[in-house]
């Protein structure tokens, strides 16, 4: 769990890259309907979570630096029996300063009447505009509220800046606090892999996996996947983002199962493919060793001051030669890898940074160049190769196979860590595995 004393720095953090008489403003994500009188499982906007632990919708974080009276702010639903008997308990105005560190709270409802004086005279206002278009409306009127009042003196904003730069590079940069989250995250993730690695054979189908993978989630603490789990067993395993789940797993056949947990609002991100019988056969053994060394090499060239997007290169050098090898590609490695021939075979990137979101935040190039990797950066290394079931330039064993590796890797002052290590994706492990 993030300690009350880690979301006070991050909030001082962000507090002193603001500039003088500035007001930063972020609220929290709304309660979101499913259908009719039901609504999603809520889940807290990352950046509110960021700062605030807080995790009730209809709030507002307001941080005004210097200010006498406090400079952490929060706007939250007021205490009300009737309505905690149906919904659940609130934290209400005195529950968000005695256990969330607000200096000040007040009920959401009066938002209306205080905010705009805490807008008044400052020169620069932090905000996400155009995230919750609802919020923005109440924003502008407030503006233009102390607008009509300039003639008493009253002094507008002068300035809207875009929050995200600042807020989404500090959320780059885990924690040692962070770490350990996703540590569990992705030992929670590794486990369920191995389970349905286990429990996979002939007949089952495919949401029966993903049973197995999110039981494992929910029993170990982990409330939620941290996506729409991916079972894709035979030609589904060619759909990137294929979620149905409604196949059959057949003989002879690979599943492809991209699934992670999220653990205490931190996301790991896992794909393993293997043999729904087992054992590998002879074309998918071929290709599955392509992605597994592309896989590994790039791994190898993650590293603390390395460049964003050498893991990338890497693995289009592998998957390439591979396949002009195994003859899906002809001609020269240079030439394939110029015209960019391997994306009929490979049409995604390596990977993503990884945090409080899946694809988590944090800009892959600065000033129009790949950006070079730092210790406490988060990322996913996931090559992949997948031959279209229709594809009419390749033999017909080749055709129907995909296959994915992904792994979780943060990138430290020493090297690399793996997180996700603790699942196969050796040939001759995962076939152990499914025998034992």
């Known amino acids: 769990m993030i300690s009350s004393s880690e979301y006070d720095r991050r909030r001082r953090d962000l507090m002193s890259l603001m500039a003088e008489d500035s007001i930063a403003i972020i609220t929290a994500a709304p309660e979101r309907t499913r259908s009719r009188d039901t609504h999603f499982p809520f889940r807290q906007d990352s950046d509110f979570q960021y700062l605030t632990g807080f995790p009730e919708p209809e709030a507002a974080l307001v941080l005004i630096p210097g200010r006498e009276q406090g400079e952490f702010v929060l706007f939250c639903r007021d205490r009300d029996p009737a309505r905690e008997i149906w919904d659940g308990y609130r934290a209400g105005p005195a529950g968000a300063c005695e256990r969330y560190g607000a200096d000040d709270a007040f009920p959401i409802g009066d938002i209306d009447e205080i905010l705009p004086g805490l807008l008044e005279d400052k020169q620069r206002v932090y905000y996400a505009v155009g995230k919750d278009q609802e919020f923005d409306r109440h924003l502008t009127g407030w503006i233009n509220d102390i607008r009509s009042r300039a003639r008493t003196g009253a002094s507008p904003p002068a300035e809207f800046v875009d929050l995200d730069h600042l807020l989404h590079e500090m959320r780059l940069f885990k924690s040692a606090g962070e770490l350990k989250l996703m540590r569990e995250s992705a030992s929670i993730s590794a486990r369920a892999h191995c389970r349905a690695m286990g429990a996979c054979r002939p007949g089952l189908r495919e949401y029966q996996l993903q049973a197995e993978i999110e039981h494992e ?49 931190y996301a790991a991100d896992i794909t393993r493919t293997f043999p729904v019988n087992g054992r590998f056969s002879p074309e998918q053994g071929a290709l599955y060793q392509i992605v597994l060394d592309a896989q590994l090499e790039a791994i190898g060239r993650v590293r603390a001051n390395g460049y964003w997007n050498d893991a990338h290169d890497a693995t289009v050098e592998v998957i390439t030669r591979g396949l002009a090898q195994l003859g899906l590609l002809k001609g020269s490695v240079p030439e394939l890898v110029e015209s960019g021939a391997y994306r009929e075979f490979y049409m995604h990137r390596a990977g993503h940074w990884l945090g409080m979101d899946v694809h988590d935040v944090g800009a892959y190039k600065v000033d129009h160049s790949w950006r070079l990797l730092e210790p406490g950066m988060v990322m996913t290394v996931e090559p992949g190769i997948y031959v279209a079931p229709d594809n009419p330039r390749v033999a017909k064993k080749w055709r129907g196979i995909g296959i994915r590796i992904e792994d979780d890797v943060a990138i430290t002052s020493a090297g690399v860590e793996v997180l996700t290590s603790g699942v196969p994706k050796e040939i001759k492990d995962i076939e152990r595995l499914m025998a034992g």
């Open 217 to 265: 989630f929910a029993m170990a603490g982990a409330s939620f996947p941290a996506y729409s789990s991916i079972v894709g067993a035979g030609a589904n395993g060619c759909i990137l983002h294929y979620v149905e789940n409604g196949g059959s797993l057949r003989d002879g056949e690979l599943v492809l199962i991209d699934a992670g947990c999220e653990y205490q609002g």
